[in-house]
């Protein structure tokens, strides 16, 4: 507890000091607020006796250099924002230059953490008080029976701020005070992450409830979902290589894809037999009318984005209960093929893998599926399904006895 002196009214104001009412009045600042700041020393302060109590009093000249650097930072919150994002385009700020997706994922989540705290954008709001808010927020909130913490939303918006505070202190806006008290705020990772994957059946079930689930849907959403999930589920397409797709890419006599992938890689996926028809059907019936060469387009006849794609999962997760995105799917192929037999070599070249170790972390094989695949190999023998088909458990003490008493 900080230990703040006890002044009479006279001495008091001979030193600079004001009610915090007064100085709230004076600043337009928050009453409130002096009182946390002079009560934990944070802004120099006293105590003046006022009839049987104690009052708070502060440094008026503390609270007008806030009032004056808030009125500085309200006129140049925009311009400094606009600065701060073309320098680090530019790599006049930080290491090197940073790409236009990071910039303008930047700027995503600035506005998002404005809109949650419902401020008008202000310097002075980028702070640790505020931080905590948006981290409360109910869209963020932890899911302890699904293990969802939102780490990564919570981490692009801690990233934003510290690297606009560094920079706001380079420009003299910001103190280190300011930064450190945004790091004891850095997110961490609440459950260990899990690699969802998904049989065949639960699957099928998600084609099912996008068939039903019409919640202000039309059917051109539940073709277009239908079929993100095939792309997903039964090429292992990865989610930005479906929005690359083009019309002249899919060649349906010999049943292949021609994806262009990470990297500027080229490779060639064999058309899984769920997947064709409904490749046919999209371009037959239900894709809109347009000059786009793109195989998957809007209602308005313009190309899909990643973040189109991305917003459909999400809905699709929220209304099923079921934490799924196009890159579990992905993963759920890779698996799938895995358990029909299909040598790892084939899943890597499907997946556009360069390394094999990265193919066999996407592959969760259980022992039954090895011990089908090892007994038509060398026994041409079927695994016993049910329990009663199963030989019965022998015990090594029976077997001892067998020995012994022949």
Same mark, same amino acid.
């Given at each position: 507890?900080?230990?703040?002196?006890?002044?009479?009214?006279?001495?008091?104001?001979?030193?600079?000091?004001?009610?915090?009412?007064?100085?709230?009045?004076?600043?337009?600042?928050?009453?409130?607020?002096?009182?946390?700041?002079?009560?934990?020393?944070?802004?120099?302060?006293?105590?003046?006796?006022?009839?049987?109590?104690?009052?708070?009093?502060?440094?008026?000249?503390?609270?007008?250099?806030?009032?004056?650097?808030?009125?500085?930072?309200?006129?140049?919150?925009?311009?400094?924002?606009?600065?701060?994002?073309?320098?680090?385009?530019?790599?006049?700020?930080?290491?090197?230059?940073?790409?236009?997706?990071?910039?303008?994922?930047?700027?995503?989540?600035?506005?998002?953490?404005?809109?949650?705290?419902?401020?008008?954008?202000?310097?002075?709001?980028?702070?640790?008080?505020?931080?905590?808010?948006?981290?409360?927020?109910?869209?963020?909130?932890?899911?302890?029976?699904?293990?969802?913490? *939102?780490?990564?939303?919570?981490?692009?918006?801690?990233?934003?701020?510290?690297?606009?505070?560094?920079? +706001?202190?380079?420009?003299?806006?910001?103190?280190?005070?300011?930064?450190?008290?945004?790091?004891?705020?850095?997110?961490?990772?609440?459950?260990?992450?899990?690699?969802?994957?998904?049989?065949?059946?639960?699957?099928?079930?998600?084609?099912?409830?996008?068939?039903?689930?019409?919640?202000?849907?039309?059917?051109?959403?539940?073709?277009? +979902?239908?079929?993100?999930?095939?792309?997903?589920?039964?090429?292992?397409?990865?989610?930005?290589?479906?929005?690359?797709?083009?019309?002249?890419?899919?060649?349906?006599?010999?049943?292949?894809? *021609?994806?262009?992938?990470?990297?500027?890689?080229?490779?060639?996926?064999?058309? *899984?037999?769920?997947?064709?028809?409904?490749?046919?059907?999209?371009?037959?019936?239900?894709?809109?009318?347009?000059?786009?060469?793109?195989?998957?387009?809007?209602?308005?006849?313009?190309?899909?984005? +990643?973040?189109?794609?991305?917003?459909?999962?999400?809905?699709?997760?929220?209304?099923?209960?079921?934490?799924?995105?196009? *890159?579990?799917?992905?993963?759920?192929?890779?698996?799938?093929?895995?358990?029909?037999?299909?040598?790892?070599?084939?899943?890597?070249?499907?997946?556009?893998?360069?390394?094999?170790?990265?193919?066999?972390?996407?592959?969760?094989?259980?022992?039954?599926?090895?011990?089908?695949?090892?007994?038509?190999?060398?026994?041409?023998?079927?695994?016993?399904?049910?329990?009663?088909?199963?030989?019965?458990?022998?015990?090594?003490?029976?077997?001892?006895?067998?020995?012994?008493?022949?």
């Amino acid at each position: 507890m900080v230990e703040i002196a006890l002044l009479s009214e006279e001495s008091a104001r001979q030193q600079g000091f004001v009610p915090l009412e007064e100085a709230a009045k004076i600043t337009g600042g928050d009453r409130t607020s002096y009182f946390r700041q002079v009560k934990t020393g944070k802004k120099s302060g006293c105590q003046v006796r006022k009839g049987t109590r104690n009052t708070y009093w502060i440094l008026l000249s503390c609270v007008q250099q806030d009032s004056d650097r808030s009125t500085q930072v309200k006129i140049s919150y925009q311009e400094m924002h606009d600065a701060w994002i073309g320098d680090m385009l530019s790599g006049v700020f930080g290491n090197k230059p940073v790409s236009k997706g990071y910039a303008k994922l930047c700027t995503q989540v600035l506005n998002r953490y404005w809109k949650i705290l419902n401020l008008k954008p202000d310097i002075s709001g980028i702070s640790a008080e505020n931080l905590k808010i948006v981290y409360r927020h109910k869209d963020y909130a932890v899911d302890e029976e699904n293990q969802i913490d *939102h780490f990564s939303v919570k981490t692009s918006i801690y990233r934003a701020c510290i690297s606009f505070t560094d920079y +706001l202190i380079e420009k003299g806006l910001k103190s280190f005070t300011d930064r450190e008290a945004l790091t004891k705020l850095k997110p961490k990772k609440r459950f260990k992450l899990q690699n969802r994957m998904l049989s065949k059946d639960e699957i099928q079930e998600m084609f099912r409830f996008n068939e039903v689930w019409r919640k202000g849907r039309t059917s051109y959403d539940i073709v277009v +979902l239908d079929l993100l999930i095939s792309f997903y589920a039964f090429a292992g397409l990865r989610a930005s290589e479906a929005v690359k797709l083009k019309i002249e890419h899919v060649a349906f006599k010999e049943r292949f894809l *021609h994806v262009k992938g990470k990297g500027g890689k080229d490779r060639f996926v064999n058309i *899984h037999p769920e997947l064709l028809p409904k490749l046919k059907n999209w371009l037959e019936k239900n894709r809109p009318n347009s000059n786009s060469d793109y195989f998957l387009v809007q209602k308005n006849g313009n190309k899909f984005t +990643l973040a189109m794609i991305c917003s459909r999962f999400l809905r699709l997760s929220n209304a099923c209960k079921n934490h799924v995105h196009a *890159h579990a799917l992905r993963r759920s192929f890779a698996n799938i093929m895995s358990n029909d037999n299909m040598p790892l070599e084939l899943i890597q070249n499907s997946l556009g893998h360069s390394d094999i170790r990265m193919t066999m972390r996407y592959t969760n094989s259980s022992f039954k599926h090895t011990q089908a695949w090892w007994n038509k190999r060398f026994y041409d023998k079927e695994v016993p399904d049910k329990e009663e088909d199963r030989p019965e458990k022998v015990s090594i003490t029976d077997i001892l006895d067998e020995f012994i008493n022949g």
